[in-house]
C-alpha cells in the first residue's frame, strides 16, 4: 500500500447507531468503506451491501465484492448484533441460537474470511463490538451475555494465533448506548433511563461517538500498534464500580 492509497474497513450493521457513526469516522479520517447491514444503507460514498452476518453466503459474497473493488483489507469492524431480554426460563431455543448465530458466529465468519486477506497482507486490525455484558452477568440476558463473553473469548483467541503475523485482534466493550436498539428495549419495558445513569458513575449512557472513537483508536496502528487481544471498556465506569447505590451517587455530589 502507497502513501496515497486509502486504507479499507469493513464495518457490519453500518445502517444505524454505532456502525453508522464509527463509518462517518472512519470516513472523516480517510478510510475508504465497504458496509454490511441487514437493512439498506444510505448516505455514504461506500460500498455497500444487504446481507445477513450470520449467512456463511451472505459473508462470502461480502468479501469478494470487497476484495474486487478494492483489492485488500485493512480494518474489520464486527458490529451487528442483536439483543434479547427475558427470564433465561422463558428464552426459546430458537431464539437463543438467532442470538449466538448473529453476535458470535457472525464475527467468527467475517474475521474468518477477512483474517485471511489480512494474513496474507501481513498486516491488519479487527475490532469485535462486544459488550460489558460480556465482561459482568446481567439478569435476563443469558442469550446476550453467553454471545458477548463469547465474542470477547473469541478476540483473545485470534490475538495469540494471529498477533505475531501482524493482525491485531481487540474488542470495545460498550456500556450502555444510546441507540435504536436501546430504544426498541425500554420500549419493551426492559429498562429505564435512570437504571442506567444511577449505576454508572459517569452518570449518563454513551453515545455512538463513545464507541466509534474508541473503534477508531484501535483501527489505527499509528495509535494502537502494540494493542492487541484487549477488552477495551467504554462504558463510564460501569464494570469498575461495586458501590451501592446511595454510595455512588453520593460520591457524585460531592
Given at each position: ?29 480517510g ?30 459474497a ?22 434479547c ?114 449505576h ?9 461517538e ?45
Amino acid at each position: 500500500m502507497t502513501d496515497d492509497t486509502p486504507r479499507v474497513a469493513a464495518i457490519t450493521g453500518a445502517a444505524q447507531g454505532i456502525g453508522r457513526r464509527t463509518a462517518q469516522l472512519l470516513a472523516a479520517e480517510g478510510f475508504a468503506l465497504a458496509l454490511l447491514d441487514r437493512n439498506p444503507i444510505a448516505g455514504f460514498d461506500a460500498l455497500c451491501c444487504t446481507g445477513d452476518v450470520s449467512d456463511e453466503s451472505s459473508v462470502s459474497a461480502f468479501a469478494r465484492a470487497v476484495q474486487a473493488r478494492y483489492g485488500r483489507i485493512d480494518v474489520l469492524v464486527n458490529n451487528a448484533g442483536i439483543s434479547c431480554i427475558g427470564p433465561t426460563e422463558e428464552t426459546p431455543a430458537p431464539l437463543w441460537r438467532q442470538v449466538l448465530e448473529v453476535n458470535l458466529t457472525g464475527p467468527f465468519l467475517l474475521s474468518q474470511v477477512f483474517g485471511r486477506q489480512m494474513l496474507a497482507q501481513g498486516s491488519g486490525s479487527i475490532v469485535n463490538i462486544a459488550s460489558v455484558a460480556g465482561l459482568r452477568g446481567i439478569a435476563d440476558r443469558a442469550a446476550y451475555n453467553a454471545s458477548k463473553h463469547g465474542l470477547i473469548g473469541l478476540t483473545r483467541t485470534l490475538a495469540a494465533e494471529w498477533g505475531g503475523r501482524g493482525v491485531r485482534v481487540n474488542a470495545v466493550c460498550p456500556g450502555w448506548v444510546k441507540t435504536e436498539m436501546d430504544e426498541a428495549d425500554q420500549a419493551a419495558g426492559g429498562y429505564a433511563d435512570t437504571d442506567i445513569t444511577e449505576h454508572t458513575p459517569a452518570g449518563r449512557f454513551a453515545s455512538p461517538e463513545d464507541i466509534a472513537q474508541a473503534v477508531a483508536f484501535l483501527a489505527d496502528p499509528a495509535r494502537s500498534a502494540y494493542v492487541n487481544g484487549v477488552a477495551l471498556s467504554v462504558d463510564g465506569g460501569w464494570a469498575a464500580d461495586g458501590s451501592w447505590p446511595a454510595l455512588r451517587l453520593g460520591a457524585r455530589g460531592r
